[in-house]
C-alpha cells in the first residue's frame, strides 16, 4: 500500500522526463521523498538499499554477459575469424546459451578438497567485485554510494578478490592450483602498490578522494589532459598495473593455460567456474570504469577549450553514454593486450613491477606533486 | 646519467616493439574483409572439392548399370590394411563358357586410410574416388559399404 | 603410486612433483613429463613415452615397400611427404633406379612446401605455448594455403601419400605452379608481420632468450639435429652434406647459430622459412618436362642387404634402415626419428629454470609425439 502511495509520489515529475538522462539525481531524489512520504525513514533505507541492490546485481548480470560476448568477438576479429555467430543474430545470445549450460552442468565434488573453503572461494572473489561496483559514478547522480575515502575504498575492497584465488588454489587441493594461486598472491600483492600510486597521483592532482568531487573537478577538462606528463604516466601504468591486478591480458600467470591447465580454477565446474569466470570479467570492468572516472573525466562530455558549438554539441550526449563509451574504450585497450602479447614469467613479472614500475611510479608521484605546488596544470 | 639513459632507452624499445605487436592485431581488427572463417554448413552448395580429393573410394557405373571390376582381387593385395575384400563367383558366359566375375566388392570405410594404393593398382580402372567428405553416419555398419551396384554387369569389352 | 615413487627415484615427501601430460595444452599430444619442481624451479624432468606407439616399425615388417608409405605419413605428420621421400628414396637406392628429374625436382619443392608449413605450425604452436593467442590463427591461416595446393595436387591434405618408389603418385595439377608462386608472394608480406608479432617483442625475447642453453658439445653428445641442433651450432643439414634429391642444383644457406638458446631455435626456423622459399623460387619455373614415374614391377623385391637413406625434415634427420632378406616385405625397418633424440636433451636444457622455461623449451624442440613413439 504504502508502495503505492510512494509510486504515486514519484509519478508526479515536475522536469520534462528526458532531463532525467542528463541528471539521475531528479529522479533518485523524487523516489527518495515519494518514499519518505510514504514510510519511516528506517523502511525507506531498507527499500532503496533493496532497489540499488537488485538494480545492480542485474547490471552485473548484463554487464557481464555482454562483456564475455565482446571479449569472444573483439578476439575473433583480431584473429580473422567471425567468433561466435551461430546462436542469435551475430550470436548475441551465446553467451546466455553458455550460462544455461554452466547452470546445469554438474558440480563435482573434490574428494580430497577442504569442502568448506572449495565453496566459499567462488563467493569471496564474486562479493569483492560486487563491492567494488557500489562506489562507482555511472552518471551525474547515479551513484550507488559517494564516499567521502572512495579511491581508498575500491582499492581496498578490490585487493579481496585475492584471498578467494588463494583459498581456491589452495583448498582444491590440486599442485596445478596451489602453483596458480601462488602466483597471484605474489603478482597482486606487488601490483597494488602501483594501482595505488597511480592513483594517488591523481588525488593529488584533485586534491580528493572523493569520487563525485573527482569527477567534478574534471568539468573543466579530463585529468589525463590536465596533468599533462605526470598524468599520462600515471594512467599508463594504471592500465598496465590494473591489468595485472585482475588477471588478464600478458598478466593471466593465474590461469596460464599453456603451463597450469587452468591454474587455481581447474578443479571448479558449473556455476562455481562460472563465478569466477563472471568475476574477472566484471573486475575488468571496475578498473576500466575507474580507468575512465579518474583520467578520462567519468561522465564528463568532452570538451575543447573555447569551441563553444562542439562543446554544446557534446553537451547533448548523456553522461551515461560518456562514462559507458570511456569505460568500453579502456576495455578495448585491455582486451588489445590480451590478444596481442605472450604471457610474462613470474619473475618477469614482479621485475617488471619492482624494478620498473614502482620507481618511475614514485618519481612521478613526486613530478606530479610539484607540479600542483608550482600550478603547472591547466 | 649513461645508466639512466640505457634505462630510458630501454623501456622504451619496449614500449615500441609492443606497440608494433598492436599494430599487427589492431589494423586485422579493423579489416573485417580478412576473415577468412567459411560458414561450413550453410555454404555446403557451393563447397566444391578438388576434383582430385580423395573423399572415398567408389565405383563408377554408367547409365547401363555396369561397371568395370572384374574382380581380378589386385586392389585387394595391395590394400595395406584389408579395407578391401572381393566375393567372386562365377557366371556363365553367353558362348557358354564359365567365367570369374565380382558379387560384392566390400569396401570399409572406417578401415581406410586414402593411401590410393587400389585406385592406381587397377589394371582396369574400375575405382575412383569420390569428392564426398561428409562421412559421419550413426551406426558403424554403415560403413560398410558395397561398391557395386545391385544388378551391375561387367562393362563390355573390359577383361 | 608407490611404484612409480621407486622406478623414478623421486621423492615425493622432498620435492613437489607434477605430471606434465599425457593430457595438458603444451605437451601437444600425449607426451608425459614428470617434473620436479622446488617452487617454481624445474629440478629434473622425466619424460614418459609410448602413450601413442602404434607398432608401426613392426607393422612395415608385415606388408610391402608401397604400403610402407603410407604409414610413414603418420609418423610425424607435419613432414609427411619428406618422411615418404626417405622410404622412396632407400628403395630406390636398393634398387638402383635412375628417377626421372622432374620427379626429383617435384619432391625438393614439395619437401620445402612442407617444411615452411610446418615451420608455421611451430611458429602457431610456440606463441601460444607462450600465452600469445593470437599467433595460432594467424599461423594456421597461412598453413591453410600450402594445405589447398596439396589437396589440389595430391588429393590429401595433411597425410599426403605423394610419393612411391619409382616417382609420385600422381603428376603436378595444371594449377600447381601458379598457385605456389601465387603463395610465395603472399607468404613473402606476411611473414614480416610474424616478427612484429613475436620475434621483435620485448616480451617474447625476455621470455626465450638465454633460456634452455644447449652448447655445441651438449648438442653434438646428444645427437640432436635439426633447427635444435643447428641453433647451438652443429652444422647437420643433410641437404647440404649428402644432397638427395634436387638439392645439389640449387643454392641455399645452412642456417646457423651458436648460442644454442630457445630464442635462436625459434629464430633458425624463421630464417629457414625464407630459405625454403628461396629454393622454391629457384625451382618452380624450372621443372622439367618428362615422367613423373618409373614403370615399376607390380611386386618390389629388394635385393638382400642393408639399406639405410638419411633425409632432413622439419625438424632434423630422418633415418630409415631397410633390412632386406630378398623378400617383398622388409626383414626389418627402423626409423631413426629426429624427435625422439631431440627429446633427449629437454632434461639437461631444462634444469634451473621454471617451469614456464620449461614449456617454451619443450615448445622450441617443436615435438611430434607420433613420431616419438611411432
Known sequence: MRLVIAAQNISTFSEPWWKVFYDFSLLTKNIDTGLHNAMSPFWTTVTEMLIIGVLILLFYALVGLFLVYAERKVCAFMQNRLGPNRVGPFGIFQTIADLIKLLLVELIPIKKADKFLFNLAPFIVIIASFMAIAAIPFANGLHAIDLNIGVLYVIAVSAMGVIGVLLAGWSSNNKYSLIGAMRSGAQIVSYELSVGLALITVVILAGTMQFSEIVEAQRTGWFIFKGHIPAFIAFIIFLISSTAETNRGPFDLAEAESELTAGYHTEYSGIKFAFFFLAEYMNMFIVASIAATVFLGGWMPFHVGHWDGFNSVMDYIPPFIWYIGKTFFVIFLMMWFKWTFPRLRIDQLLTLEWKYLLPINLVNVLVMAFVVLMGWHF | ?159 | MEEQVKTTGINEQEEYVINMGPQHPSTHGVLRLVVSLKGEIVKNVEPHVGYIHRGIEKMCESITYPQIIHLTDRMDYLSAHINNEAVCLNVEKALEIEIPDRVKVIRTIMAELTRIQSHQLFWATFGMDLGGLTCFFYGLRDRERILDIWEETCGSRMIVSYSCPGGLMYDIHPNFQKRVKDFIKYFRKTLPEYDQLLTGNVIFRERTMGIGKLSLEDAVSFGVTGPVGRAAGFSCDVRKYEPYSAYDRVKFNEVLFTEGDTYHRYLVRMEEMRESMNIIDQLIDNIPEGQYAVKMKPVIKLPEGEYYQRVETARGELGVYIVSDGNKNPFRIKFRSPNFVNLAALNMMSKGFKIADLVAISGSLDLIIPDIDR
Open chain 2, 1 to 159: 646519467m649513461r645508466s639512466i639513459y640505457n634505462y630510458l632507452k630501454e623501456v622504451l624499445m619496449g614500449v615500441w616493439s609492443l606497440l608494433k605487436g598492436m599494430k599487427v592485431t589492431g589494423s586485422y581488427f579493423f579489416s573485417p574483409s580478412k576473415i577468412v572463417t567459411q560458414k561450413y554448413p550453410n555454404n555446403r552448395n557451393k563447397l566444391v572439392m578438388f576434383d582430385r580429393f580423395k573423399g572415398e573410394v567408389i565405383m563408377p557405373h554408367n547409365e547401363k548399370n555396369e561397371h568395370k571390376c572384374t574382380g581380378c582381387g589386385i586392389c585387394e593385395i595391395n590394400c595395406p590394411n584389408g579395407s578391401i575384400e572381393i566375393i567372386s563367383k562365377t557366371i556363365a558366359t553367353e558362348d557358354g563358357k564359365k567365367k570369374r566375375a565380382i558379387d560384392k566388392h566390400i569396401y570399409r570405410l572406417s578401415m581406410c586410410t586414402f593411401c590410393a594404393l587400389c585406385v592406381k593398382s587397377c589394371p582396369s580402372n574400375a575405382l575412383a574416388f569420390s569428392q564426398e567428405f561428409e562421412h559421419a553416419v550413426f551406426n558403424r555398419a554403415l560403413l560398410i559399404k558395397v561398391l557395386n551396384k545391385p544388378g551391375s554387369q561387367l562393362m563390355k569389352g573390359v577383361e
